[in-house]
């Protein structure tokens, strides 16, 4: 068979089939499985998970390839560009996962702060002996700065979120731009960098990986937060020296970290597995049933423009 749509996974509701029927034929085949690789050869759009990185060998080996769709606002994992060298067009859904990403960093915050997890394992273990005046003490966040790494729109939506629980934001950009950030409910300063992180006794990442922001809080960078701090990550596992926070953590120069991205995922550190006041999750970002469906009639949708546009 001829294939048009190469998708590496069905997507939540019915997007997906309803673009298989306008455009056929539809082939939905796991990531690099012979199937897949077979129908690479005719595919004129892929769709593929963040997880699945695409090669320029693979744009060789698709020489009828116009359009590669992710189901992510992330493109890291794609060649972008060797794809606008070819014309091939990336459709990515920006925008619709911006709620779900920001309430899923504020909760991480929130589960880190107050040490959430821990207090289930306490009442599910069968051994809590009742309300003690020093049991599990956490972490106000009422008047503390809050750092924000990227002044897009989940950084804003985070922004919003943490001033209603009372901190103070603070923005830095991959521009190094300074002045101010409406974020919605207020504005905040954008800062330099290492002044940022100094004052920042929570940090929250909401840039994209590229070659800029790969590595970019290294241990030196760590090492100028306040003692004490708190790291968030739900952007990219590459930005942050993972190694660096576990011995940071160790230590007690963080106080807790709270992880819904990782380097190299689903291949973990195994460190993390035993790290000390880590909440880890396994990338669920976007993972709402309402966010999911909107990013499969955003990314279909963007798919059907493509290939209108090209024919
Ligand atoms: C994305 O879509 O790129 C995000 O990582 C979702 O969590």
């Excluded at 930005?239 to 819904?260: C, F, H, K, S, Y």
């Amino acid at each position: 068979m001829s294939v048009r749509l190469l998708s590496t996974s069905p997507l939540v509701g019915e997007s997906l089939q309803a673009l298989g029927n306008s455009f056929p034929e539809l082939l939905v085949a796991s990531f690099r499985s012979p199937e897949w690789n077979a129908a690479l050869i005719s595919a004129e759009a892929l769709v593929v998970m963040l997880s699945e990185t695409i090669t320029d060998s693979d744009l060789q080996s698709a020489p009828n390839l116009k359009v590669i769709g992710t189901y992510s606002v992330g493109v890291n994992h794609l060649p972008v560009s060797e794809c606008a060298a070819k014309g091939i067009t990336i459709v990515n859904t920006p925008e619709v996962l911006t709620d779900a990403t920001a309430d899923l960093a504020l909760a991480l915050l929130l589960a880190v702060t107050r040490r959430i997890a821990e207090g289930d394992a306490l009442v599910r273990s069968g051994t809590w002996n009742g309300w003690g005046p020093e049991q599990l003490l956490g972490t106000s966040l009422t008047g503390k700065f809050c750092g924000i790494l990227g002044s897009g729109p989940i950084g804003k939506g985070f922004a919003k979120r943490v001033w209603a629980s009372g901190m103070k934001p603070l923005f830095w950009d991959r521009e190094s731009r300074g002045g101010t950030v409406d974020f919605g409910a207020g504005s905040a300063p954008r800062l330099p960098l290492l002044e940022m992180l100094q004052q920042s006794i929570v940090l929250s990442l909401h840039c994209p990986l590229t070659e800029a922001t790969r590595g970019l809080l290294d241990r030196n960078a760590l090492l100028r937060l306040p003692k004490g701090a708190v790291i968030i990550n739900t952007a990219r596992g590459g930005i942050l020296d993972e190694a660096a926070v576990i011995d940071l953590l160790e230590t007690n120069q963080l106080g807790g970290v709270g992880l819904d991205v990782y380097a190299n995922e689903p291949h973990l550190n195994p460190k993390w597995a035993s790290a000390p006041r880590t909440v880890l999750l396994p990338h669920l970002g976007s993972a709402t049933v309402e966010t999911r469906t909107a990013m499969s009639s955003l990314l279909c949708n963007g798919i059907a423009k493509a290939f209108g546009a090209s024919e």
